[in-house]
């Protein structure tokens, strides 16, 4: 689960890492009383959304101006100017794709003097079951072109969990950023501060571009970006709460509250199929036969027929589903109630575009049976092979 950069940054802050007078506001009048809330100086006000590039980015109305989604405010009055220009226009950045994302809240922060940047994250190294920092001087710039151009610019730090953050993991840290003396002994702290934060509440990805050196010799956590792991969250209902699911794919909020791994992606065949590794499976088949998978789609191996019915109406619900293919091996899922699942489906919110189903396993002829005798246009399918090719075949044809 992703939240917003004012977000983290409170969570941060909540372990002692430096940040930025700052408060998110919703309406142009919000974001300038925030503003005379912080006194006289600069401000920078930012567009909340869950993506990167924000400052690089254009807003898809010329109404919203052409400084991108994050701008230098002189005053409270420019504040609320900006503000009106960017709440509810659309953001595109490299991140968002064409589509771009609306902007629904900002965050208004005091100007900082800056006088070096850098990068630091941290994640979870699934191959040594350790936390790894990735730190490099070369911050508020794309970290991933940074490792393809320079990659000898990009450091790695482990800590072992049963240690923790210790004395020579700060000191390797600072080396790594390029920086001695009291802001060396400062970064080190920070390095714990952000390991704690990130243990203590069930992180997936924490990231810092930019992690700046101010001008007075401080640091400053500039921008934060961090992500949770959605198994723990049950650990942090205080977490849950920033969930902003208007950031979030329709479709994959639906999916998860009906317990469905479901990720949509740019394809025109929808996809429900049991188990992740024929899933995949699945996916690289219509790939395979000319075609391109509309979405990731396992509903489990135990799925109800309600779960499975919901799991055909999120497919439905995509509108660029020229096709559906599913495909069932049942082991623990038995055939007949994804059989069942499907004509329930159908009935309440049609059948528009082909359908194939390739049914095999536990009660298998019952399954087949079952559609057979539903009066439904269903094309059955002898083998995975056999029913990416009719897929593929029935969506060529549509086309």
Same mark, same amino acid.
């Given at each position: 689960m992703n939240v917003h950069e004012y977000q983290a940054k409170a969570i941060l802050a909540?372990?002692? &890492?430096?940040?930025? +007078?700052? #408060?998110p506001a919703?309406?142009?009048?919000? !974001? #300038?009383?925030?503003?005379?809330?912080?006194?006289?100086? =600069?401000?920078? @006000?930012?567009?909340?959304?869950?993506?990167?590039?924000?400052g690089k980015g254009r807003f898809e109305e010329a109404s919203?101006?052409?400084?991108?989604?994050v701008r230098l405010a002189?005053? !409270?009055?420019?504040v609320r100017k900006f503000a009106a220009e960017m709440l509810g226009a659309t953001l595109v950045t490299a991140q968002t794709g064409a589509a771009g994302k609306r902007v629904g809240r900002l965050y208004v922060e005091r100007g900082c003097d800056i006088a070096r940047e850098l990068y630091l994250s941290a994640l979870v190294d699934r191959a040594s079951g350790r936390v790894a920092f990735v730190l490099s001087t070369e911050g508020g710039m794309d970290i991933e %072109? @940074?490792?393809?151009?320079?990659?000898? %610019?990009?450091? /790695? @730090?482990? @800590? +072992?969990?049963? /240690?923790?953050?210790m004395p020579h993991h700060g000191r390797t840290a600072a080396r790594a950023l390029g920086l001695s003396g009291e802001i060396a002994k400062k970064a080190a702290d920070l390095l714990g501060k952000l390991y704690a934060a990130f243990v203590a509440k069930d992180m997936a990805l924490l990231e810092v571009n930019p992690l700046v050196v101010t001008k007075d010799g401080d640091l400053r956590v500039l921008d934060a970006k961090v992500?949770?792991?959605?198994?723990? =969250?049950?650990?942090?209902? +205080?977490?849950? &709460? =920033?969930?902003?699911? /208007?950031?979030?794919? &329709? %479709?994959? /909020?639906? !999916? !998860? #509250?009906?317990e469905l791994n479901y990720v949509a992606l740019d394809g025109a065949i929808g996809c429900m199929v049991n188990g992740a590794g024929l899933a995949m499976a699945t996916m690289d088949i219509i790939k395979l036969y000319g075609s391109s998978p509309a979405n990731f789609l396992d509903v489990g191996g135990g799925a109800s027929k309600e779960r499975v019915t919901a799991a055909f109406k999120i497919i439905t619900a995509d509108p660029n589903v020229k096709g559906i293919l599913v495909n069932i091996f049942g082991g623990i899922m038995r055939c007949d109630v994804i059989a069942e699942g499907v004509i329930a489906a159908v009935k309440e919110v049609g059948l528009k575009v082909p359908l194939v189903v390739r049914l095999e396993g536990t009660n298998v002829e019952l399954g087949k049976k079952i559609l057979r005798e539903s009066g439904l246009d269903v094309m059955p399918a002898d083998d995975l092979d056999d029913a990416a090719k009719k897929v593929v075949a029935a969506v060529g044809k549509a086309a």
């Open positions: 909540g372990f002692g &890492a430096p940040v930025s +007078d700052g #408060r919703f309406t142009p009048d919000e !974001a #300038r009383a925030a503003a005379e809330a912080m006194g006289p100086g =600069l401000f920078v @006000v930012k567009a909340q959304i869950h993506a990167g590039g924000r919203a101006g052409e400084k991108g989604g002189r005053d !409270a009055a420019e %072109k @940074v490792a393809h151009e320079t990659p000898e %610019k990009i450091h /790695t @730090v482990m @800590v +072992d969990p049963a /240690t923790g953050v992500a949770f792991d959605d198994n723990a =969250l049950w650990r942090h209902p +205080d977490v849950a &709460a =920033l969930r902003d699911e /208007t950031e979030e794919d &329709a %479709k994959e /909020t639906e !999916a !998860a #509250r009906h």
